[in-house]
């Protein structure tokens, strides 16, 4: 047996145990600096360049994807600026709201064209609005009446989907609809409520299962609020 044999097996090195070393050892090159006209480094192009002009290019390369990233941020910061003030003007007028029929018309007004949707429905359940009550966005469903939706009631968080049709022109009958739309459900559930907010929009893509649910949940908690301090419910 030779003497090699009893050696322990060296370890392998591959790509990553490679670059992980020269990670935690940037001055390497500074203590074997004979290594550098050894080196094989190609540019974009695939011609050689020297170390320095492939660093200088990689640098021009991330700089260009931060700066991306901060374009990008700053437009997600200014459409979210843009949403937080329609927010605001909603909200202000939901606690201005005196009388159903003010509810009915701030609906029209600040939810639907304030928010880019095309219709804008809020059932309540087991309520009858009176007689003189000429309401178009605040629907009631009697005790013995079909809900528009199967489980429209029973829902307990936001919920945004594609909806064919049927189940649109279901919820918002005037809607000339020839493609599937999309909804937002925004449930308001109390100990004296059960009503769901309807947002609708001929835009499939407009309320996409994966947008985010932090502005329609705030709708929500302001709109329970004004039907209870208007005796809706």
């Known amino acids: 047996m030779s003497r090699t044999d009893d050696l322990p097996d060296a370890p392998l090195l591959d790509d990553d145990a490679v670059a992980e070393f020269l990670s935690s050892n940037p001055d390497f090159f500074n203590h074997h600096a004979d290594l550098l006209s050894d080196l094989d480094v190609r540019?974009?192009?695939?011609?050689?360049?020297?170390?320095?002009?492939?660093?200088?290019?990689?640098?021009?390369?991330?700089?260009?994807?931060?700066?991306?990233?901060?374009?990008?941020?700053?437009?997600?910061?200014?459409?979210?600026?843009?949403?937080?003030?329609?927010?605001?003007?909603?909200?202000?007028?939901?606690?201005?709201?005196?009388?159903?029929?003010?509810?009915?018309?701030?609906?029209?007004?600040?939810?639907?064209?304030?928010?880019?949707?095309?219709?804008?429905?809020?059932?309540?359940?087991?309520?009858?609005?009176?007689?003189?009550?000429?309401?178009?966005?605040?629907?009631?469903i009697a005790l013995d009446e079909a809900s528009p939706l199967p489980g429209l009631f029973e829902r307990t968080e936001p919920v945004c989907a594609v909806h064919r049709v049927e189940e649109y022109t279901a919820v918002f009958p005037d809607a000339l609809l020839s493609a599937p739309g999309s909804i937002a459900l925004v449930p308001m559930r109390t100990d004296a409520l059960n009503a769901v907010l309807v947002i609708g929009s001929w835009d499939p893509q407009r309320f996409a299962p994966d947008m985010g649910k932090v502005f329609l949940v705030h709708i929500g908690d302001v709109m329970s609020r004004t039907l209870e301090r208007l005796g809706v419910g």
């Open 43 to 140: 540019g974009e192009a695939g011609d050689s360049v020297s170390l320095l002009e492939r660093q200088v290019s990689v640098l021009r390369e991330r700089n260009r994807d931060l700066r991306q990233q901060l374009n990008t941020l700053l437009t997600n910061a200014a459409d979210n600026e843009q949403v937080y003030m329609r927010m605001k003007t909603l909200t202000l007028a939901l606690m201005d709201a005196g009388s159903v029929a003010d509810l009915d018309v701030v609906l029209d007004r600040y939810l639907i064209s304030g928010f880019d949707a095309d219709h804008a429905t809020c059932f309540v359940h087991h309520w009858v609005p009176t007689d003189d009550e000429d309401l178009t966005h605040v629907v009631g």
